[in-house]
């Protein structure tokens, strides 16, 4: 999953036939690999089965954020901030945002 954060109007394909070279440039956040079947075996062990909505992920708490992760880079007068997150095994991610600010005219895309 790659996300970016813009500070000022732009479209993000303009980066156009470079995206891909611009991507594997872009620091990547690797979560630990996803275990379906220790999901399936935690399932297993409650008392009530079917009360509860099927699990479908795993939280694991992170401290990411734009100061220390990722890259800024400039775009003439356009700042932004990309970041990759990975996580092997996983058919999706999710992310919660417990402080989220975007100033006037910023923009965000995942």
């Known amino acids: ?10 479209d993000p394909a303009s980066i156009g036939s470079t995206l891909q070279t611009y991507l594997e440039n872009v620091p990547v956040i690797e979560m630990p690999e996803f275990d379906s079947k220790w999901i399936e075996e935690e399932e297993k062990k ?23 992760d990722g890259k800024w880079t400039q775009e003439g007068d356009v700042s932004i901030w990309t970041l990759t997150i990975e996580s ?3 058919l999706s991610i999710n992310l919660i945002f ?3 600010f975007l100033s006037e005219g910023s923009e965000f895309n995942i």
């Open 98 to 100: 417990d402080e989220f």
């Open 88 to 90: 092997k095994g996983a």
């Open 1 to 10: 999953m790659n996300a970016q954060i813009i500070v000022e109007q732009i």
């Open 46 to 68: 409650t008392d009530v089965p079917y009360i509860k909505p099927p699990r479908f992920g795993y939280a694991y708490e992170t401290e990411i954020n734009n100061s220390n």
